[in-house]
């Protein structure tokens, strides 16, 4: 008889098996409370002690958390028994796009669709410092709407884990979609080998097929390592020369992110997406009113994200992962929450960077970039600072190390930036010895629930 709980928590209600792999099995699970569709994945503790996985289950933890986009599969909360640890998350109705291409190849506008979809994914979490390495068809699911949710972050590596050459050196992924300087094992850029990976999903959304694919895993290698495939006679020449500097064996000449962008196989797929900001930004035009103050806040609540249920409760010391494990990594990330308006944050965030000669830039994903101008212990220490609005007037920063030394960062967080930011900021996390007693009787706690068969559980209320 399986050994699964029918009701977790008191909370899901757990049923079929939507997909199962070495140590954990995902299930279909709704909400008790809100009759709301989840997918729950849930991970044999005793198995991933046994084999030593336990970092990489953390490394997932941390990096769905980090990835929060609209094509990512959602990670809503994470909760564990002394046997098991469960991962709710967004439940996509419409499966695995492996099983659309299993039918045969996509018609081009289904594929280009899935392809940016998947490029927008994959770039976000590149500009986050995190790496998928493997990336294919099943680890791409589809929601009820036929969008595409990348998923299962089991071997993704984070900025922090390159070695003193700045590379990664974890040979991992799928054979068929892994890149040729993964296989050679001396070190490989996390971009460039997700992108040969992506180019390798593009071929088979068109072909149907797999461009590498020989019952001889050797010859496989060998063909991947010189990049020899053959393109269908229904590939357009706008397709093959995408696709080619995708599948380019040296990853130093491959094509970047930002040039795949601006292809004009890519950019034929925008062209309806375009329009449609530009008409919402000539009615919000005409519908604006006279105040610049309300202005200015209609401009923050657009271009900042939104802090959901899983961050929020993240702040709080009761919420720490570390108890389902045995050690503690080490802190590469510290928020404090501020009831400033954005533009005072945003300006003493620059105020504070040229006080600590630190160089700033603003990437596209919206996360402000602070880089030492010279090398430490573990090359150039760079700091990102992200602002999320909770409510119109009170924000969350984060600040993470996202390359460097772990030390240097922590050692010029407690030192220089909370005195250069003190102007700003409300509470530092896990400061509660300096918050007021009015604010200590304001917040929220949330309540830790625990189950007869708990030893150790974190858990919060999806928001409906």
């Not at 709301?36 to 991933?48: T, W």
């Not at 028994?81 to 967004?90: A, G, L, N, Y």
């Not at 990330?333 to 308006?341: A, D, I, L, V």
Request: glycine fraction near 6%; charged fraction near 30%; hydrophobic fraction near 35%.
């Amino acid at each position: 008889m399986e050994n699964k709980p029918s009701v977790l928590t008191r909370r899901y209600e757990i049923g079929r098996v939507l997909g199962q792999g070495t140590f954990a099995k995902v299930y279909y699970g709704r909400s008790i409370q809100t009759s709301h569709s989840v997918a729950v994945k849930l991970i044999d503790k005793e198995k991933v002690t046994k084999v030593g996985t336990i970092n990489q289950i953390k490394r997932e933890i941390s990096v769905m958390r980090i990835a929060r986009h609209p094509n990512i599969v959602q990670l809503y909360e994470v909760m564990a028994t002394k046997t098991k640890i469960f991962f709710v998350m967004e439940y996509c109705k419409g499966g695995e796009l492996f099983n659309k291409v299993a039918n045969g190849r996509l018609k081009f506008d289904f594929a280009r669709k899935y392809f940016i979809q998947l490029i927008n994914a994959v770039d976000f979490c590149h500009s986050r410092g995190v790496y998928h390495r493997d990336i294919k068809p099943e680890n791409l699911l589809l929601d009820e709407n036929e969008n595409l949710k990348v998923t299962d972050f089991g071997l993704s590596a984070l900025a922090e884990s390159k070695r003193q050459d700045g590379l990664l050196h974890t040979t991992c992924g799928t054979p068929a979609y892994v890149a040729p300087e993964v296989i050679n094992r001396k070190g490989y850029d996390g971009v460039a080998a997700d992108i040969w990976s992506c180019g390798v999903v593009l071929y088979v959304l068109l072909a149907g097929y797999l461009p590498f694919h020989d019952s001889n895993l050797m010859e496989m290698y060998r063909k991947i390592g010189k990049a020899e495939f053959r393109f269908p006679s229904w590939f357009p020449p706008e397709v093959r020369r995408l696709v080619s500097k995708m599948l380019d064996p040296d990853p130093t000449t491959r094509i970047s992110m930002s040039k795949i962008r601006v292809s004009g196989w890519f950019k034929k797929g925008l062209y309806a997406e375009q329009k449609k900001p530009e008409m919402e930004n000539e009615q919000a035009s005409q519908d604006g009113g006279n105040s610049n103050e309300i202005a200015e806040t209609k401009q923050e609540s657009i271009q900042l994200p939104n802090l959901n249920a899983f961050d929020i409760i993240s702040l709080s010391t009761g919420f720490d992962l570390s108890g389902l494990f045995e050690g503690i990594s080490e802190k590469r990330e510290t928020r404090f929450s501020s009831r400033q308006p954005v533009s005072a944050i945003m300006s003493k965030l620059e105020e504070a960077a040229r006080i600590l000669r630190l160089k700033v830039k603003k990437n596209d994903a919206g996360v402000w970039k602070m880089e030492r101008l010279k090398e430490g212990r573990k090359g150039v220490l760079s700091i990102d600072a992200e602002i999320f609005q909770v409510t119109p007037m009170f924000h969350l920063v984060e600040i993470k190390k996202s390359n460097g030394d772990t030390f240097e960062y922590q050692k010029i967080v407690k030192e220089d930036m909370r005195p250069a930011l003190k102007d700003i900021v409300w509470v530092w996390e896990g400061d509660r010895q300096h918050q007021s007693p009015q604010h200590e009787e304001r917040q929220d706690q949330p309540q830790e629930q625990n189950d007869s068969s708990s030893s150790s559980s974190s858990s919060y209320d999806k928001p409906s």
